[in-house]
């Protein structure tokens, strides 16, 4: 079993920045698919930004590329994604999210097992 906690988010203005934090407990295979997600008011949810750590590759949404990186450290189990130059349209509650992967890499559309509980992030203008 695992468990995944976010932390990190708050409200900040445009333009500013925010580094989110998932805390993973219990066993994470090296072939896990590890992902942030958000979802808005309204909106379904959507990812944001995936990594194989197998391999440390990923991948981005559209919407976030240039502006957001995820990141990870192994030794301390420990997911990031660090938001740059944030915009209103990133408000959000945004959601860790893992899954075991054979493949490989972590395509899109492929089923996160664990999810944490999420952490609001609000950008305002």
């Known amino acids: 079993q695992v468990q995944l906690v976010e932390s990190g988010g708050g409200s900040v203005q445009a333009g500013g920045s925010l580094r989110l934090s998932c805390a993973a407990s219990?066993?994470?295979?090296?072939?896990?698919?590890m992902g942030w997600f958000r979802q808005a008011p309204g909106k379904e949810r959507e990812g944001v930004a995936t990594i194989y750590r197998v391999y440390g590759s990923t991948n981005y949404a559209d919407s976030v590329k240039g502006r957001f990186t995820i990141s990870q450290d192994n030794g301390k189990n420990t997911l990031y994604l660090q938001m740059n130059s944030l915009k209103p349209e990133d408000t959000a509650m945004y959601f860790c999210?893992?899954?075991?992967?054979?493949?490989?890499?972590?395509?899109?559309?492929?089923?996160?097992?664990?999810w944490g509980q999420g952490t609001q992030v609000t950008v305002s203008s």
């Open positions: 219990g066993y994470i295979d090296s072939h896990y698919c």
């Open positions: 999210a893992a899954t075991i992967n054979w493949s490989s890499a972590c395509r899109s559309g492929i089923t996160y097992t664990y």
